[in-house]
């Protein structure tokens, strides 16, 4: 895989890593403390994001001018959000609780490795997606429109449109009915 690396420890990532840290940090206080989910913090911090979100804390990101969320999002306690690269969630997208999506991976070349290079490829989720809880989704991969992901997948490659995907690796086990 010939990838464009990076250096995670370069001034400007670390700074841009310390920005969105303090931001999800006021966010999740303020939630906790006041039961006010001030999404202004969060719309300064995304690259983009839609109406009516329903973000729980701990919430986390990596720098947040990567994410790009739909209308009606809902992210459950605890999501982690990796937006080394671009993260786009479509519209209508339900997330459980303790979801990870990962855009940034270690190269493996040992030397460049230990000299703190990573990479990072984007990830996509169409609309009305549901991710069941502690899932995990890496770097790469696009989810169809109207799929759901069973709790405890780990999401390695694409899964198509309207179809029900679990496992380690996660695939697909059947297309989901609908009533129209």
Not at 82 to 110: F, L, R
Not at 120 to 147: L, M, R, S
Not at 159 to 170: D, E, L
Request: a neutral charge; glycine letters at 8%; aromatic letters at 10%.
């Amino acid at each position: 895989m010939n990838q464009k690396t990076y250096n995670d420890l370069d001034s400007d990532i670390v700074a841009a890593r310390n920005h969105a840290l303090k931001a999800v940090r006021k966010y999740n206080l303020i939630v906790y403390q006041e039961s006010f989910y001030d999404y202004s913090i969060l719309k300064k911090l995304f690259g983009s994001i839609g109406t009516n979100p329903y973000i729980e804390p701990n919430f986390y990101c990596e720098f947040g001018f990567n994410l790009h969320i739909g209308n009606n999002f809902f992210a459950n306690h605890d999501v982690i959000l990796m937006d080394c690269a671009s993260i786009t969630i479509g519209n209508d997208v339900n997330i459980a609780p303790k979801v990870g999506i990962y855009t940034v991976n270690h190269v493996e070349d040992p030397v460049k490795r230990a000299h703190h290079q990573i990479y990072a490829t984007p990830v996509t989720i169409g609309n009305g997606v549901w991710i069941g809880a502690g899932v995990n989704i890496v770097g790469g991969v696009t989810i169809g429109d109207n799929a759901i992901i069973g709790a405890g997948s780990v999401v390695t490659s694409d899964i198509p449109a309207n179809t029900v995907a679990v496992g380690n690796p996660a695939h697909p086990i059947r297309k989901i009915k609908t009533t129209s």
